[in-house]
């Protein structure tokens, strides 16, 4: 029963608001005062019947509720024959309990967008070899799957047979399929575009890295501050506080409309739930942009940053060297000929200066490579075509007794001093070909650090374990603050702590796996994470598919969201005042506007929360 | 020890938090320590001890409070 009329809340609240409005209108238009008075009995009865329901469960499990406060209120004002206040109360209090519900709806949206993409379904292999469709619970490690275009990976696996193309965006951000076929790893809730493929389920549910995303997310936006902490504490003795100074005002005043009166002024509504909704807005805004927030603290502590240490390889750098330089030194059809040698030599070695080579010389002539002699330390030798040619750095050129003129040597010096790994090629003891290769710096990294300065951020510190020459030059290219190369990890972190103890709040950047202990130690540490579980466990932010960009995204919305609760909890607890206020001080001030006010203002501080789904860095 | 998750409808009023944290730590065999009512994803999770009660006692416990269970989980710890 009890049931049945809570679920029928919102037809109620719908008859009561008719009831309420043919009142008004047999009182004004017909100066019919019978059905004024019984629309308004009959709208009070059954709007009161819901609350005071839930007045009395939660009075049963010892919690003095709103619910409470509205019921006494409302039967109280009956009792003095007041159905006007009666009537009008209990429908504003449902209405907008209605749309409290319809609006948060809206806040939680963000979340519940990727909390859906979730599989549910799995075509598992059963005994007799037969495909059937199963619930994704029961799927257990081991277990052999189809997966067939246009459908999500259920779990984590690995691909058995078969190939195709799989969308990972909902795992990396980046939605340009992957090829997969055997022996590659799949992630569940990702989506096959193309072909069909067998896996086997390495991680299910909860343990697949999807999985930890999404329960990541769902802690995080339940997660409380201190200052929450204490709202919550605070509210748990407002709401019987509220009651108790009714009843003293009642003892001291006699005046039974004024305690009443109190009692509906009284409630916490916008202050309770104010800071939630810019949480579950806020968290919500940045797992639609690839960043994720684990939780309120962490909003609050890199909203005050001033501070921000970057790992260089792989975070402001590709962490994948290229081509930077040439200089060829021979002409006409020789040039190709030479870089075919050269690619025909590189293409053998797995060395990461020749991968680089060979990335950039893209498809070639080939030839093959005889009497091949890696030099240690040098780089190698060998015969192509019936050339003697030599692939590595000036001291191999030196011991092969290729000569080098005055300008190959300021050429070479000029390399160098770009922050390159030296590749010479000599052909028959002449040098044909000089090569500058270093990891390139991001594209977009400058103008991102330059949004994070304009964002309050005052120190950008470089950490690399590179050498200070190289670090030194990407620091001045980025315009960073700082730059310290020959780092090892633990100096790194004992370096944030020398950053901490000046009274800094930092903040590290890594890649998430090398770097754990400066993302552990870090007031915020901050993952360039593809989804990696390492990344996901030990920061605070992970950026989603490792992008830079998304940064200060970050720091913009963070602050915004900061903002964003400050400004509810002064709209909830100055509503508050100016209500208790006005109800001794002025003559207007009634139950009705009072509960009216009140609907108002929570809706206000949802609304104000909701802009942050919208929330874009301007600049 | 188990571990319940459990769905509920989405929970509007932030009171019906206190309201499901009171009814449910009251029941006998639950650890209160572990109790958390997430407001935004209108879920409880919580250990307890499977000798002394089980999760439909719990979900009976959160119904009767007035709030619908949708779903729930129980994972062994």
């Known amino acids: 029963m009890q049931r049945f009329i809570l679920g029928k809340k919102n037809q109620i609240t719908l008859i009561s608001g008719i009831l309420l409005v043919i009142a008004f209108i047999s009182k004004f238009l017909f100066k019919n005062t019978e059905i004024f008075v019984g629309g308004l009995v009959i709208a009070s009865i059954i709007g009161v019947i819901p609350i005071a329901i839930q007045a009395y469960q939660a009075l049963r499990v010892k919690v003095v509720s709103i619910d409470v406060l509205v019921t006494i209120a409302v039967i109280g004002a009956f009792l003095l024959r007041n159905f006007e206040e009666s009537a009008i109360v209990t429908f504003l209090f449902l209405f907008g309990a209605y749309l409290e519900q319809r609006t948060l709806n809206k806040t939680r949206s963000a979340i519940k967008e990727l909390t859906e993409m979730a599989p549910e379904s799995a075509l598992k292999q059963m005994e007799n070899g037969e495909f059937e469709e199963v619930e994704v619970d029961e799927v257990d490690v081991g277990d052999i799957l189809l997966v067939k275009t246009g459908s999500k990976v259920p779990v984590d696996g690995t691909v058995l047979t078969g190939e195709g193309h799989i969308n990972e965006a909902s795992i990396t951000g980046e939605s340009v399929p992957v090829g997969k076929r055997k022996d590659a790893k799949v992630y569940a809730g990702t989506i096959l575009e193309n072909g069909t493929i067998q896996i086997v389920a390495d991680r299910v549910g909860e343990d697949t890295t999807f999985g930890k995303i999404i329960e990541l997310v769902e802690e995080a936006q339940d997660s409380k501050s201190e200052a929450e902490r204490f709202i919550d504490r605070f509210s748990k003795y407002y709401t019987p506080a509220v009651l108790i100074l009714s009843f003293i005002v009642w003892l001291i005043s006699k005046n039974v409309e004024l305690a009443i009166t109190i009692l509906v002024l009284g409630c916490p509504g916008a202050l309770v739930i104010g800071v939630p909704v810019s949480n579950v807005a806020g968290i919500g805004n940045g797992a639609r942009y690839g960043v994720l927030l684990k939780g309120s603290e962490v909003i609050q502590d890199f909203s005050r940053v001033d501070t921000i240490v970057f790992d260089k390889t792989g975070t402001l750098t590709v962490g994948n060297p290229k081509v930077a330089d040439k200089k060829m030194y021979t002409n006409g059809d020789d040039i190709d000929k030479v870089l075919s040698y050269l690619a025909s030599i590189e293409g053998e070695s797995d060395h990461p200066l020749a991968k680089a080579i060979v990335e950039h010389l893209g498809k070639t002539e080939t030839y093959t490579v005889e009497n091949t002699n890696v030099v240690k330390g040098g780089g190698i030798v060998a015969i192509v075509d019936g050339h003697r040619v030599a692939v590595g750095n000036v001291s191999l050129m030196e011991q092969e007794n290729v000569h080098i003129d005055e300008e190959m040597r300021a050429d070479i010096a000029r390399f160098e001093s770009k922050g390159n790994s030296l590749v010479l090629t000599s052909v028959d003891g002449e040098l044909k070909a000089l090569m500058g290769i270093r990891d390139q710096i991001r594209p977009g990294v400058k103008e991102d650090l330059q949004k994070l300065k304009r964002l309050g951020v005052k120190n950008l510190v470089v950490l690399s374990g590179d050498n200070q020459g190289t670090v030194d030059l990407v620091a001045s290219e980025l315009g960073l603050t700082e730059a310290h190369g020959h780092m090892l990890p633990e100096e790194k972190s004992a370096y944030i702590e020398k950053l901490q103890a000046k009274g800094r709040i930092v903040a590290f950047v890594g890649d998430g796996v090398n770097d754990s202990p400066s993302i552990a130690l870090a007031q915020i540490g901050i993952a360039m994470g593809g989804g990696t579980d390492v990344a996901i466990e030990t920061s605070d932010v992970v950026l989603m598919n490792s992008d830079f960009s998304r940064l200060p995204h970050a720091l913009g919305l963070v602050k915004v969201i900061s903002r964003n609760m400050i400004q509810n909890i002064i709209i909830a607890v100055g509503v508050v005042f100016f209500l208790l206020a006005s109800v001794f001080f002025s003559e207007w001030m009634n139950m009705s506007i009072g509960m009216l006010v009140h609907e108002g203002s929570i809706l206000v501080v949802i609304l104000n929360g909701m802009r942050l789904l919208r929330y874009k860095l301007k600049y | ?77």
Not at chain 2, 15 to 34: F, P, R, W, Y
Request: net charge neutral.
């Open chain 2, 1 to 77: 020890m188990q571990k319940a998750t459990i769905q509920l409808e989405t929970l509007a009023c932030p009171s019906c938090m206190q309201k499901i944290e009171n009814g449910v730590k009251a029941l006998d065999g639950i650890d209160t320590e572990s109790l958390k009512v997430l407001f935004n994803s209108s879920k409880v999770k919580v250990n307890f001890d499977e000798e002394k009660l089980s999760i439909n006692d719990i979900e009976n416990a959160i119904t009767k409070l007035g709030y619908e269970v949708k779903k729930s989980q129980v994972k062994a710890i």
